[in-house]
């Protein structure tokens, strides 16, 4: 037994060769290695070491006994999701009991796992405040060695943001994401916020004149469409890797050939960034770095169209996280790709005829089952009735519903 109960001494004897004429052992130097080997005498393989109790041949450096002081700060945020009741006021009913809980078992955690963790002793939540959401008090105490710097509030502040999704998640609780305090009256001064890149589309239009228009091409079924497609993608996504968008940007998906004087390919190509699109072609930085003026040209003006309603096509994709991505699945020919397609247009068929666009929807058309990280990707390719005078398509409404 260690000198708690719980823990384990270990004793053991080590063999080595030595030359008559050989230096006695070094066990200081020994010592010295051991140590660093170990981390400081606190790991070996799974096991956690006492970092006074290591002994070379009897040799041991006892630290320099220093009594730390237990220190306290404060934390302070607001729950949005948790309603102020007048019981959260009271700390003897069981609703402030059992939050308070709660909460110091997440701060604990949390806490814990800092760059405090191995001096850190607790968190005691204090009050609950009424604002139009709950305002949470908790006082936290740690160990802090007569020797060692001060808290570093603003360090651990940005530590407990981002364990909480930048401040916007602890546990079951959504916190307002300027409401955390460390320890003061305010927050630490903080770097600019930096929002998570969005995935942003333009559409490429072109016209290519040795590609003789066939009616193959205007259906996504057929082998000469499924071909040309595969082609157009690569061929894209290589020029524009290499373009000033290269590093944010995602690739392209061919979603229709047209008749024209030639042949007009329009695209729909996705990247990171800070854009405003338009719906046809050119995208306005609004931050970040502009699309390469010769990757991007304008869409062909066209005059207005004064005829019935016309068939318009949006894409849908999507991946499926449950139907394993096997190579039947890439040959249009195949059993499996025409059976799980059938299944593909019936559902989301269903799924629009629901939507906001039901009345003038007329169906989807399953282009594409590609791999991803073991799982299927679907590309889809859906078509609509738009009158002239209707206002585009509201994507952003469409994924929502």
């Given amino acids: 037994p260690g000198s708690h109960g719980d823990q384990t001494r270990v004793d053991a004897v080590c063999t080595y060769s030595k030359e ?7 066990r200081v130097g020994l010592y010295h290695q051991v140590s660093n080997k170990t981390s400081g005498i606190t790991q070996l393989g799974p096991y956690s070491l006492h970092k006074d109790s290591l002994y070379v041949n009897g040799y041991n450096e006892q630290p320099v006994l ?20 007048s019981d959260l006021e009271n700390p003897d009913s069981a609703k402030f009991n059992a939050t308070q809980r709660v909460m110091n078992t997440l701060l604990d955690k949390l806490l814990k796992e800092s760059s405090i963790g191995p001096d850190f002793h607790g968190c005691e939540t204090t009050a609950f405040r009424y604002g139009d959401q709950t305002r949470v008090d908790a006082v936290c105490t740690y160990s802090k060695e007569p020797t060692a710097a001060p808290l570093d509030r603003v360090g651990l502040y940005h530590q407990v943001s981002n364990k909480t999704s ?17 320890n003061g009256d305010r927050p630490p001064t903080q770097p600019p916020t930096t929002t998570a890149a969005a995935l942003e589309r333009f559409t490429i239009n072109f016209t290519i004149t040795n590609l003789p228009y066939t009616s193959d091409l205007e259906n996504p079924d057929s082998a000469k469409f499924n071909a040309t497609q595969r082609v157009m993608n690569t061929l894209l996504d290589k020029l524009l890797k290499e373009s000033s968008i290269g590093p944010d940007f995602h690739g392209c998906e061919t979603t229709a050939f047209r008749y024209g004087s030639g ?11 800070d854009w405003a699109c338009n719906n046809h072609c ?3 930085s609004n931050g970040g770095t502009s699309p390469d003026a010769h990757s991007v040209s304008p869409a062909p003006t066209q005059p207005p169209t004064t005829t019935a309603a016309a068939l318009e096509r949006f894409t849908v994709n999507f991946t499926i996280t449950n139907l394993p991505y096997t190579s039947d699945l890439e040959n249009p020919d195949s059993a499996k790709f025409r059976a799980t397609r059938r299944v593909m247009n019936t559902l989301l068929d269903r799924l629009l005829k629901e939507s906001s666009i039901g009345p003038v929807f007329h169906g ?28 585009p398509l509201d994507r952003v409404g469409l994924y929502h519903q």
Avoid: M
Wanted: net charge negative; hydrophobic share 35%; proline share 7%.
């Fill in 20 to 26: 008559p004429s050989a230096a006695p052992l070094d």
């Fill in 66 to 85: 220093t009594t730390a002081a237990l220190e306290r700060f404060t934390i302070n945020f607001t729950i949005t999701n948790l309603p102020y009741t």
């Fill in 166 to 182: 930048g401040i916007t998640q602890l546990g079951p609780y959504s916190l307002h994401k300027d409401s955390l305090y460390v």
């Fill in 263 to 273: 042949q007009i390919v329009p695209l729909h190509i996705s990247l990171t960034g």
């Fill in 282 to 284: 050119c995208c306005v």
């Fill in 364 to 391: 989807c058309e399953t282009t594409d089952f590609r791999y991803e990280w073991d799982q299927t990707r679907v590309d889809a390719v859906c078509t609509y009735s738009q009158e002239p005078s209707a206002a």
